[in-house]
């Protein structure tokens, strides 16, 4: 199958700080990319869509402007969380979706702890 | 999309079949059956997909019932590493590349 890629894999930031986490598609064209977050215990909560080219479609209840999304080509989104806090620790996971039969591959996941 | 029903937990022995039954039974005729797992602090997986007909993969057998109002994930012969959380999603035909919501789903521990 499709391989998506996430990096870093685990980060520790600060209070106050923002953290970029990078999702590739590295062997296919994703013209639509998926970001999810996932609390322990919890399953996974679909945060936003992302449209390569176009801006980004968020649930209802995630701020657009706390989780920037950035989908610059076919292979990359980028998800910003900025001045973030230590109730945004979570693992983030992204999925991106190819060409026909549509089939959405996940990458591995990032686990982001703020302190 | 439809929204489905599965039991919080299951065990199995390993070797033997895993069956994970999935109620869905406000499914509409333009819906598939997907089903996804997730091995602890990994990204989801894909398994099976299904519409109406039986599915085999290398991976597992899905079984959909007539009224297609349930199915049935089964892992013919469970190993330790297939302990994780499933997840039965219903998705329209027409929402390929669509997003995916996910339920509870059933988290499966096979045991030695």
């Known amino acids: 199958g499709a391989v998506v890629s996430q990096h870093p894999s685990r980060v520790i930031c600060k209070s106050g700080t923002s953290v970029k986490i990078e999702c590739r598609s590295l062997d296919f064209q994703a013209t639509t990319m998926f970001w999810y977050r996932q609390f322990p215990k919890q399953s996974l909560m679909l945060m936003a869509t992302?449209?390569?080219?176009?801006?980004?479609?968020?649930e209802q209840g995630v701020e657009k402007d706390k989780f920037l999304i950035n989908h610059a080509s076919l292979t990359l989104s980028t998800l910003t969380v900025t001045s973030a806090h230590p109730e945004d620790s979570s693992f983030y996971i992204c999925?991106?979706?190819?060409?026909?039969?549509?089939?959405?591959?996940f990458g591995p996941g990032t686990r982001l702890t703020v302190t | 999309d439809a929204k489905t029903t599965q039991p919080t937990s299951m065990d199995c022995a390993e070797g033997r079949a895993a069956n994970l039954p999935c109620n869905h039974s406000t499914i509409s005729g333009n819906e598939y059956v997907y089903w996804y797992r997730q091995i602890h602090s990994q990204g989801p997986q894909y398994i099976i997909h299904?519409?109406?007909n039986n599915e085999t993969n290398e991976m597992a057998s899905l079984i959909i019932t007539e009224d297609r109002k349930s199915s049935t994930l089964i892992l013919p012969h469970a190993t330790l590493r297939d302990t994780a959380v499933y997840y039965c999603i219903v998705r329209g035909v027409y929402n390929q590349g669509g997003k995916l919501i996910f339920g509870q789903g059933t988290e499966l521990s096979v045991k030695p």
């Open positions: 999925s991106g979706v190819g060409a026909a039969p549509y089939e959405q591959y």
């Open positions: 299904g519409l109406k």
């Open positions: 992302s449209n390569e080219g176009s801006k980004a479609t968020y």
